[in-house]
T-cell receptor, first 113, second 113 residues
């Protein structure tokens, strides 16, 4: 079956602009996660959805970052007033209810000039 | 403060020999541990996991060992193959499925033919 998909694969934007990153989880997976991976680091947790609601948003770095999952499937990560420090690979993962293992998408590489 | 540490950034082994990748953690509340493998331009792929109630879990060529008293785990790959060359991430989570993962910085494994 299809894995987690993320679009776009690459996004280049200018400082101060708004961006949206999309994640399509594996069909039937109720849990969805966003992580951010900077160069030379491991993925860092941003936010976790269980169904439509954000069950844990403790990793969002500030109020410029926001994510939604209105119908409990596709999720969008939104970043306002982008800064150069936001440049990273943004990873999405999903998992079935009751599973510890998370299944990752290929990521979106965001570059803020 | 890094709660999951992979202190060796790289490892090179000969094809057919054993690869041993180490990971340490500081948070005693972690009770589920996972290893992910990552190729360039792809998302992390789940490899193997272990619950804190066990000290060993084996899956084919891959075995994970957990030493709770030392807060240490290791991944053994036997025999190593050139296709195993990738970045390996150790990750940890808390009790209860569907909780966030905390990752180490990763180890780059190179398997020489």
């Amino acid at each position: 079956g299809a894995g987690v998909s993320q679009t776009p694969s690459n996004k280049v934007t200018e400082k101060g602009k708004y961006v949206e990153l999309r994640c399509d989880p594996i069909s039937g997976h109720t849990a969805l996660y966003w992580y951010r991976q900077s160069l030379g680091q491991g993925p860092e947790f941003l936010i976790y959805f269980q169904g439509t609601g954000a069950a844990d948003d403790s990793g969002l770095p500030n109020d410029r970052f926001f994510a939604v999952r209105p119908e409990g499937s596709v999720s969008t990560l939104k970043i306002q007033r982008t800064e150069r420090g936001d440049s990273a690979v943004y990873l999405c993962a999903s998992s079935p209810q009751g599973f510890n293992e998370q299944f990752f998408g290929p990521g979106t590489r965001l570059t803020v000039l | 403060d890094q709660q999951v540490k992979q202190n060796s950034p790289s490892l090179s082994v000969q094809e057919g020999r054993i690869s041993i990748l180490n990971c340490d953690y500081t948070n005693s509340m972690f009770d589920y541990f996972l290893w992910y493998k990552k190729y360039p331009a792809e998302g992390p792929t789940f490899l193997i996991s272990i619950s804190s109630i066990k000290d060993k879990n084996e899956d084919g060529r891959f075995t994970v060992f957990l030493n709770k008293s030392a807060k240490h785990l290791s991944l053994h790959i036997v025999p190593s193959q050139p296709g195993d060359s990738a970045v390996y991430f150790c990750a940890a989570s808390y009790t209860g499925a569907n909780s966030k993962l905390t990752f180490g910085k990763g180890i780059t494994l190179s398997v020489r033919p």
